[in-house]
């Protein structure tokens, strides 16, 4: 679990700070983000919290969107905070894959099994890291992707009630009450991607 989690958490900070830094944003790496180095990305609390729920975050990477080469600062922010979870998808596609073909001609073998269980649960972490983020709630990505586009009440309303919102998210957290509904859409993300691989795998011959 735990080298699951510093794998998927890595890759998730380190892609924001990639994605502002191919956008002329510099600030990650004059701090030392930019980096696969885990320690420079864990949050105690949201490292605790994936390997206990499943569920967790990083320590956020620092971003300055006016930094950003694009004239519209609102689209250069909604990429940065979207390359983190992109990143958890296509690592679980990856991962996914090799996990299928081990299965396909590893069955035999104890190790390659071994391997391929843990392709899985790195997998499914980095799905449920994804899902996590997307929730439109500050200060997770998916409220940087949004809430930029959004009208101008909703961002003044959103930024001046930050901090109330997020401890009411985080009261919600730790009741559980979110846990079907994120265990319920990385189920369907998880099924959907074997389901891709599978069709892939069958259409170029390799089963």
Wanted: aromatic residues 10%.
């Amino acid at each position: 679990m735990i080298p699951a989690v510093l794998i998927v958490i890595t890759l998730h900070e380190l892609s924001h700070g990639f994605a502002a830094y191919l956008l002329g944003d510099n600030t990650a790496k004059d701090r030392g983000r930019l980096t696969f180095n885990p320690i420079a990305h864990i949050d105690i609390f949201g490292f605790l919290c994936m390997l206990v729920a499943g569920i967790g975050w990083a320590k956020p990477v620092p971003v300055s969107p006016y930094n950003f080469k694009l004239k519209n600062k609102k689209v250069g922010m909604a990429i940065t905070a979207l390359a983190g979870p992109l990143a958890n998808l296509i690592l679980a596609f990856v991962f996914l894959f090799i996990r299928t073909l081990l299965i396909i001609y590893g069955y035999d073998k104890a190790i390659l099994m071994g391997l391929a269980s843990f392709l899985e649960i790195t997998a499914v972490m980095s799905i449920g890291l994804m899902a996590f983020n997307l929730i439109p709630i500050p200060p997770l990505d998916g409220s940087k992707i949004l809430l930029p586009f959004m009208p101008p009440k909703v961002i003044e309303f959103f930024y001046k009630n930050e901090r109330y919102i997020s401890i009411g998210f985080l009261i919600v957290l730790m009741l559980d009450l979110l846990d079907g509904v994120i265990n319920t859409v990385v189920g369907w993300i998880l099924n959907g991607i074997i389901d891709l691989i599978i069709k892939i795998i069958i259409g170029v011959g390799l089963i």
